[in-house]
């Protein structure tokens, strides 16, 4: 009997051992690694807190997809814009100034809290600051690198913490494809003197890729768009939800071609005079018909995406007539009908057959002093101005990239 106890004893005094000598080695390498044994810390109370940083130039619907993802990670995204002059030191001029961008990332549905000026790489000090007075649990990024001028990974150090989180990049849409497709609107429209300079800058930013046009679209040459449209992402950007029974519903239609921060603070103040907006989103033939041959940029359901994206916006009619009709009023219950004074051109006043005549005989049609001064070709305008900066800033993202993949520095996320 006194054996058997002697032994017991022992084993338990062996597990407490071991146990501490484990505990001891855990503590000890969590002293000198902290950072690359992140996953050692207690999990804090509080909602999960994302980072996600970019440029955000000439947003579309894969940035909105990106920052939809990144939502998803966590409890509250917040975002950090790139300034103008990181923009500008990293990868040459940006499009939109840092105050349109501001107010676009601001307005997409899933952000929480957005911080100006952000670093285009993220060094220790930001990291800390993220960490500490951000209380950031995460930072995210795509599956695409992103490369400094030196070649390196601007996310390395996130990585190296073990705080860094992975998405997928959304396919058939970029920045750069986009631009092509502004140049060759240009080029459609430009005649044989400056033909050839913009075709060169169209070569710039395409990457050597063609731009083809398709003739079978409403025999108006738009520009072929990689995007294929599925439900499952059209509900993913809706809010699921209609007006409520007595709700005051506010409408305004228009192409929203390259959704911009004039497109965002119009909708702004429409959705502030009800309880509801509704966007009418006008086909690809419309806008055509109405626009001219080289337009819309972006496709219909681009440009859905791009609306549903914000967060003043609750519902959206993708293919909405050119005029809005009495049946129309009644099917939707539309209480008011809104339009901006800045839009693209005033073809509506023009046309003998004023879209709005129907809610103007009615006495809900109102008028809406435009915040900014911006339209689509304010964005194409600045590109084509632009064309030589524009051009060097390819180059040197081209140049970045051959340099990082022969050093294949490239780190995959989780």
Known sequence: MANGESDSNSKILARWVMGGVVGAAAIGLYVLYPQELGFFRRKKKGPIRVYMDGCFDMMHYGHCNALRQARALGDQLVVGVVSDDEITANKGPPVTPLNERMIMVSAVKWVDEVIPDAPYAITEDFMKKLFDE??????????????LPDGSDAYALAKKAGRYKQIKRTEGVSSTDIVGRMLLCMRERSTSDSSSSQSSLQRQFSHGHSQKSDDRAS?????????????????????????????????IDGAFDLFHAGHVEILRLARALGDFLLVGIHTDQTVSANRGAHRPIMNLHER??????????????????????????????????????????????????????????????????????????TIIKRIVSNHEAYQKRNERKAESERRYYEDKSYVSGD
Request: aromatic share 8%; net charge negative; glycine share 8%.
């Open 134 to 147: 951000y209380n950031i649990d995460y930072i995210i990024h795509g599956d695409d690198p992103c490369i």
């Open 219 to 251: 025999g108006s040459g738009t520009r072929i768009s990689h995007f294929l449209p599925t439900s499952r992402r059209i509900v993913q950007f809706s809010n699921g939800k209609g007006p409520g029974p007595d709700a005051r519903i506010v409408y």
């Open 304 to 377: 859905s995406l791009s609306v549903l994206a914000c967060r003043y916006v609750d519902e959206v009619i993708i293919g909405a007539p050119w005029e809005v009709s009495k049946d129309m009023i009644t099917t939707f219950n539309i209480s008011i009908v809104v339009h901006g004074t800045v839009a693209e051109d005033t073809d509506y006043q023009k046309e003998k057959r004023i879209p709005y005549d129907v809610p103007a005989s009615m006495g809900i049609v109102k008028l809406l002093d435009s915040p900014l001064d911006i339209t689509t070709s």
